[in-house]
């Protein structure tokens, strides 16, 4: 029997990685993936996480799986996509039905078709826009919450509260269309916030509630969870280049000087520490604002226990835990990626692409997050694979 191979392909702005992980065979538990190569390459031909440039972005997919070929000695012929950018999006339904049997117990196909009432009270509201996932928050069965799935029990009614993340069809159209241009055939496509969540939170965070909030270059994404289910995602067009920017107005510095001030790799430069000081918390403050009005819009503002756990690039920036301590009210602390001694993979900007791989790793009837959102997908590219040639 060949050993299972999966492969994570993070089409970022700046950069492509590519993590290609080995199923380690008769593994006790759940099985997880062992990362054996991974590639990096400068991104291209992409703004804000779109395609703009198609050949560009083709050139920076093939280095990257080069290198990463090269590194695992594998040749990638299959992968799973994550995808991101201010063009995703969440829409709450609510769907219904009578169960089918004459007994009313309700079985795994009345799950399926409470679902698909719920799918389709929203597809008139999304035009141009595709499901990603679709997530069962609740289920009642007449008009009583149910806790966990209701399988077995019986009622004349079921109901489902559900959650949608969109993405813009034509967005996921280029992007599967470039990778697979190059040779590998897209596995699936996952959003980008729900792909490194299954690497940066815990089962205890996730379970009591928590934000990962992962602030990037050019946009700050958000996804929450309670009771071990993501209940909302959130993606905001500000990111750390606004703290660089701020910097060089502010100081009045070149914007290169300004990023290295930023990091911490510039102190020799004369400027008042606590004019930058002010600067960074004030665009932090704006950042974790945002943050907290979403909160409060899913009324969950002060009432996950588990805080706020922040990733990305700007994650790193001196005083960002207390900001978003002190602007959102919640325990805070920065993530850690931890994948075992042997895995080459050092910092948290590969979370997306390893989160792919344990996507691809899991079975769908997992409890974990992964389970429950995959579960209930339905395959992105059996829409697609009409508009191959």
Partial sequence: MAEHIITGIDVGTYHVKVAVARLPKNQK??????????????????????????????????????????????????????????????????????????????????????????????????????????????????????????????????????????????????????????????????????????????????????????????????????????ISLKIFPIGSNDITNDIALGLRIPLE????????????????????DTIIQDRLTSIFTLIDSHLKKIKRDGLLPAGVILTGGGASVSGTVEVAKSTLELPARLATLDMGNKVKIRDASWAVAYGLCMWGASDTEETSAIGIVKHTRRNILSWFSQFLP
């Fill in 29 to 230: 538990g759940p099985a997880k993936p062992e990362i054996i190569g991974t590639g990096l390459a400068e991104s291209r031909g992409l703004k804000s996480g779109y395609i703009v440039n198609e050949a560009e972005v083709t050139r920076s997919i093939k280095s990257a799986i080069a290198q990463a070929e090269k590194n695992s000695k594998v040749t990638i012929k299959r992968a799973h996509i994550a995808i991101g950018s201010i063009g995703l999006e969440e829409m709450y339904s609510h769907g219904e039905i009578i169960p089918s049997r004459a007994d009313s117990e309700i079985i795994t196909s009345d799950l399926e078709k409470v679902m698909q009432d719920s799918e389709e009270r929203v597809l008139d509201h999304i035009p141009n826009r595709r499901i990603l996932h679709p997530i069962p928050l609740r289920y009642q069965v007449d008009g009583v919450d149910v806790m966990g799935r209701p399988q077995g029990l019986k009622g004349t009614k079921l109901e489902v509260d559900s959650l949608f993340i969109t993405t813009y069809e034509q967005h996921v159209n280029d992007l599967i269309r470039t990778i697979e241009e190059v040779g590998v055939y897209v596995e699936d496509v996952i959003a980008s916030p729900l792909a490194a969540s299954f690497v940066m939170l815990s089962k205890a965070q996730k379970r009591a509630g928590c934000v990962l909030a992962n602030i990037g270059a050019e946009t700050t994404s958000i996804v929450v969870f309670e009771d071990s289910t993501p």
């Fill in 257 to 276: 000087d300004a990023e290295k001030v930023k990091r911490g790799a510039m102190t020799s430069a004369t400027y008042s520490k606590k004019k930058l």
